[in-house]
Nanobody, 124 residues
Framework: QLQLAESGGGSVQPGESLRLSCTVSGFTLDYFAIAWFRQAPGKEREEVSCITSIGGNTDYVDFVKGRFIITRDNAANTVYLQMNSLKPEDTAVYYC?????????????????WGQGTQVTVSS
């Protein structure tokens, strides 16, 4: 059974950085597309970034482009989300999600596996 575990969340001030980690266990990461989602209180869960299984192609939602970077280390079975220049509106619970195959699902419901989430709070 594939399991995902997020870590690296915390409380920071605007402009600071955090690096989130999503560690996969139970299967090798190589064959899974991974995405990061976030959900703020009272809002819908939204996708932030994704990375394909083969080739490591990446994509970002407009509001994080130029600030967030997603990478994967298959040897460590871990995907990272480097978040720079954080803003108060980035405050949310961040989740990683995985699905087997090259094509990244276009909706949250397309991902078969989810982590428990890690809280990110950006406040002065």
């Amino acid at each position: 059974q594939l399991q995902l575990a997020e870590s690296g969340g915390g409380s920071v001030q605007p402009g600071e950085s955090l690096r989130l980690s999503c560690t996969v266990s139970g299967f090798t990461l190589d064959y899974f597309a991974i995405a990061w989602f976030r959900q703020a209180p009272g809002k819908e869960r939204e996708e932030v970034s994704c990375i394909t299984s083969i080739g490591g192609n990446t994509d970002y939602v407009d509001f994080v482009k130029g600030r967030f970077i997603i990478t994967r280390d298959n040897a460590a079975n871990t995907v990272y989300l480097q978040m720079n220049s954080l803003k108060p509106e980035d405050t949310a619970v961040y989740y990683c999600a995985a699905d087997v195959g090259f094509v990244v699902p276009t909706t949250a419901s397309g991902f078969a596996y989810w982590g428990q989430g890690t809280q990110v709070t950006v406040s002065s």
